[in-house]
């Protein structure tokens, strides 16, 4: 059982590239969240899902697009990268039950030049 | 006033001791919390759920205190391996499936 996995997990890019992460989870878990983590800030959602076709989004969403089409996989694209967008960025999933907790991928590092 | 609150420490004490963490939360409707625990450069990890009454999982114990809007964590006994950043999180509502974090507080366990 591989839980949620995330790909790549390391990437540089040049300002104005474009890339796409991949998270993906074999838990038939409903509930789906991009996070980044910066230094101070925390954990800051940028967009989730709350299932198969529906994304929504959180606090920081600028400058991110997502999408659903399959419910174990969860895109979320940079198309025109900043370095406002140097962070490391966590995939996360749970369950529809009201006070089940996240269970979290192993981030993706990515720096932008 | 931020969401979720936490002291970032960092928390230095010696193997063996207990320490304790609070978390203060604004949203009086919160419905869910939890601790996490995350390491260098690595994804965040359940610790433990924290219930109405309260809980213990071995040397830990969470604890929610509603009419103050805070929760903590008791860490008794702690190991050179209790080294880590714990985060708080909280969900708001019952309407929004968001979950928020707090910054986190950093605790050091030294010899």
């Known amino acids: 059982n591989a839980g949620v996995t995330q790909t790549p997990k390391f990437r540089v890019l040049k300002t104005g590239q474009s890339m796409t992460l991949l998270c993906a989870q074999d838990?038939?878990?409903?509930?789906m969240y991009w996070y980044r983590q910066d230094p101070g800030m925390g954990l800051r959602l940028i967009h989730y899902s709350v299932g198969e076709g529906t994304t929504a989004k959180g606090e920081v969403p600028d400058g991110y697009n997502v999408s659903r089409l399959k419910k174990q996989n969860f895109l979320l694209g940079l198309e025109s990268a900043a370095p406002s967008q140097t962070s490391v960025y966590f995939c996360?999933?749970?369950?529809?039950?009201?006070?089940?907790?996240?269970?979290f991928g192993n981030g993706t590092r990515l720096t932008v030049t | 006033r931020k969401e979720v609150e936490q002291d970032p420490g960092p928390f230095n004490v010696p193997e063996g001791a207990t320490v304790a963490f609070n978390c203060t939360y604004s949203?009086?409707?919160?419905?869910?919390f939890f601790w996490y625990r995350q390491d260098c450069r690595k994804e965040p990890k359940l610790l433990m759920s924290v219930y109405s009454s309260g809980n213990e999982d071995g040397r830990f114990t969470a604890q929610l205190n509603r009419a103050s809007q805070y929760i903590s964590l008791l860490i008794r006994d702690s190991k050179l391996s209790d080294s880590a950043t714990y985060l708080c999180v909280v969900k708001p509502d019952t309407g929004f499936q968001k979950l928020v974090f707090g910054t986190g507080t950093r605790l050091l366990v030294s010899p």
């Open positions: 996360a999933s749970r369950p529809d039950r009201g006070h089940s907790p996240l269970h």
């Open positions: 838990m038939n878990h409903e509930y």
């Open positions: 949203n009086s409707a919160s419905q869910s």
